[in-house]
């Protein structure tokens, strides 16, 4: 079953607007992760926070995490439309393992209009 | 960052033939690597967990036998899709885990599979 649920579906905003994104998920984790994936593509790896942080940066993104709500976001400021795709967050495998397993939630469709 | 070549990116083929898809980490050494399925506009179903030098790991509900899975080298993992039907057709993607953690993956391009 997947683990993280996202919302909302889809996102559509203007450029320059910020996009939030949510996550949440069922079980104990040791980290989060959200992925990008570009039409017709693989996903690529955005950023991962562990579960003893609260937020972390990287770039125009920023990444929430509240363990006790079990839940994500991830916020992209000043969008473009270079950043339309869809994102999905991601957990490690029951038992919180770090092997490279992960559930990946069902994911949120942006799109940035010019 | 490590990089993950996935051949071919898209493939038509006829019902009840076979196809193979090729997974290579290109500049590390994946001793795990993972298959998945996406259906469009939905999230990534993870099929298999492939092992170097052993028999892969399958998803409850994914057919062994249907979906083939070699990992003869530390390199290098295949899906072949035997005896395919349409509703096979589907993006197929790998991915390895990174070093040095091997907490976060690295996808390659996917397959577009067309069974007609």
């Known amino acids: 079953s997947q683990q993280g649920e996202e919302d909302p579906q889809a996102l559509s905003i203007q450029e320059g607007e910020n996009a939030t994104m949510n996550c949440s998920y069922k079980?104990?984790?040791?980290?989060l992760q959200w992925y990008r994936q570009n039409s017709g593509r693989g996903l690529v790896h955005l950023i991962l926070?562990?579960?003893?942080?609260r937020e972390k940066h990287s770039g125009r993104l920023r990444v929430t995490l509240d363990t006790s709500k079990k839940s994500s976001s991830l916020l992209i400021t000043a969008s473009r439309a270079a950043d339309t795709a869809s994102y999905f967050c991601?957990?490690?495998?029951?038992?919180?393992?770090?092997?490279?397993?992960?559930?990946f939630g069902q994911g949120t469709i942006l799109t940035v209009h010019p | 960052g490590a990089v993950v070549s996935q051949h071919p990116s898209w493939v038509i083929c006829k019902s009840g033939t076979s196809v193979k898809i090729e997974c290579r980490s290109l500049?590390?050494?994946?001793?795990?690597m993972f298959w998945y399925r996406q259906f469009p506009k939905q999230s990534l179903m993870l099929m298999a967990t492939?092992?170097?030098?052993?028999?892969?790991?399958?998803e409850q509900g994914v057919e062994k036998d249907k979906f083939l899975i070699n990992h003869a080298s530390l390199t290098l993992s295949t899906l072949t899709v035997t005896s395919a039907h349409p509703e096979d057709s589907s993006f197929y993607i790998c991915?390895?885990?990174?070093?040095?953690?091997?907490?976060?993956?690295?996808f390659g391009s996917g397959t577009q599979l067309s069974v007609l």
């Open positions: 991915s390895a885990s990174g070093l040095p953690t091997n907490e976060k993956l690295f």
């Open positions: 079980t104990s984790i040791n980290n």
């Open positions: 926070i562990r579960s003893n942080e």
């Open positions: 991601a957990t490690p495998g029951a038992g919180g393992t770090s092997y490279g397993k992960l559930t």
């Open positions: 500049d590390f050494q994946a001793t795990t």
């Open positions: 492939s092992n170097e030098g052993s028999k892969a790991t399958y």
